[in-house]
């Protein structure tokens, strides 16, 4: 089977063949509607505290990564 782009190929006669995503043959693909404004989802306190810890270790990163060594405030 030869694959020309995103969901196109052709089988071992040489004709078209469309590709379905597996999720979609299984039912398991969630659909949304196009155009419709829906509300953000709300952050859960676990989600806030990962966001929060990403955001800490990254900022430790850099400032590692600017002095050169370990995090002065830790001592």
Same mark, same amino acid.
């Given at each position: 089977?030869? *694959?020309?782009? @995103?969901? #196109?190929?052709? $089988? $071992?006669?040489?004709? %078209? /063949?469309?590709?379905?995503?597996?999720? @979609?043959?299984?039912?398991? /693909?969630?659909?949304? %509607?196009?155009?419709?404004?829906?509300? =953000? %989802?709300? =952050?859960?306190?676990?989600?806030? /505290?990962?966001? =929060?810890?990403?955001? *800490?270790?990254?900022?430790?990163? #850099?400032?590692?990564?600017?002095?050169?060594?370990?995090? %002065? =405030?830790?001592?």
């Amino acid at each position: 089977m030869r *694959r020309f782009g @995103i969901g #196109l190929s052709t $089988d $071992d006669k040489g004709q %078209p /063949a469309l590709v379905v995503h597996p999720e @979609i043959k299984l039912g398991r /693909a969630h659909f949304r %509607p196009v155009g419709v404004e829906q509300p =953000e %989802p709300e =952050e859960t306190p676990k989600q806030r /505290a990962r966001r =929060e810890l990403k955001k *800490r270790m990254t900022d430790e990163r #850099l400032s590692k990564q600017r002095t050169g060594g370990p995090d %002065p =405030e830790k001592g």
